[in-house]
């Protein structure tokens, strides 16, 4: 009995060792399939991962520049209303001290008038 033990003793160890070697061949291509991953693979990532984030940053850019135009327009156009309404208000405003100005003119050229027709009057009387 102990001779078969023997014999299979023998026979397991060879398959031990035998299942052992491909573990190591399988190892040893796993770490090659990684190391040729790492040489040809990571460099086209980062080649495609530069390449998306310059788009990403041309349409972004894009998009903000548009952004900005229409921010440039719209103040613009309000900058224009405001002047409008304030040319309006100035005019309005110059309108009424010129109206003021000849009222006072008026009054003023009559009050002068008056008093030149008082000064001749006194002095025909003298």
């Known amino acids: 009995m102990e001779e078969k033990e023997l014999k299979t003793e023998p026979t397991a160890r060879d398959e031990a060792w035998q299942a ?8 040893e291509r796993a770490r090659q399939m990684v190391e040729e991953a ?3 693979t990571a460099p086209g990532l980062v080649k495609r991962a530069s390449e998306e984030a310059e788009e ?5 850019l894009a998009e903000a520049r548009k952004q900005a135009e229409q921010l440039k327009k ?3 156009e309000r900058a224009r209303t ?3 309404v304030i040319v309006q208000q100035a005019e309005a405003e110059k309108s009424e001290m010129l109206k003021t ?3 006072n003119f008026a009054a003023a050229v009559d009050r002068t008038a008056a008093r030149l027709l008082e000064l001749v009057e006194t002095r025909k009387v003298d």
Do not use: D, S
């Not at 990403?56 to 972004?60: G, L, N, V």
């Open 82 to 84: 405001e002047a409008g």
């Open 101 to 103: 100005a000849e009222n």
């Open 38 to 40: 790492r040489t040809r």
């Open 20 to 27: 052992l070697q491909l573990v190591r061949e399988a190892e």
């Open 74 to 76: 719209e103040m613009l």
């Open 56 to 60: 990403t940053r041309k349409r972004i």
